[in-house]
């Protein structure tokens, strides 16, 4: 059975960057041809793609974030992880990972409340 479990600080200041970790049990992240992604879903709002990594190392990221956005990985640990620079409010939002096979999104992790706030 694959799970995703986002771990990370669930307060964060503005300015600073946001980091969260997506640890995967159950599959590699390396395994042909899984795409591992990142989500968000703000207060009130709907569900947002961020970006995501594949299972040859490859990025790709939202437009509207991607000055801002940077997703790497540690195939030791089986994890990949988010990194948001320069967060806002409007950065305040459930963050959660998934993975994505051919184009359908088959597992979630269980999500993780990130607050932008002094």
């Not at 669930?10 to 390396?30: F, N």
């Not at 509207?64 to 409010?89: A, C, E, G, P």
Request: charged share 15%; glycine share 8%; hydrophobic share 30%.
């Amino acid at each position: 059975q694959v799970q995703l479990q986002e771990s990370g600080p669930g307060l964060v200041k503005p300015s600073q960057t946001l980091s969260l970790t997506c640890t995967v049990s159950g599959a590699s992240i390396t395994t042909n041809y899984y795409f591992w992604t990142w989500i968000r879903q703000p207060p009130g709002k709907g569900l947002e793609w961020m970006g995501a990594i594949n299972y040859s190392g490859g990025t790709f990221y939202s437009p509207s974030l991607k000055s801002r956005t940077s997703i790497s990985r540690d195939t030791s640990k089986n994890q990949f992880t988010l990194q948001l620079r320069y967060v806002t409010h409007e950065d305040t939002a459930v963050y959660y990972c998934a993975r994505d096979f051919h184009e359908r999104r088959d597992v979630w992790g269980q999500g993780t409340q990130v607050t932008v706030s002094s």
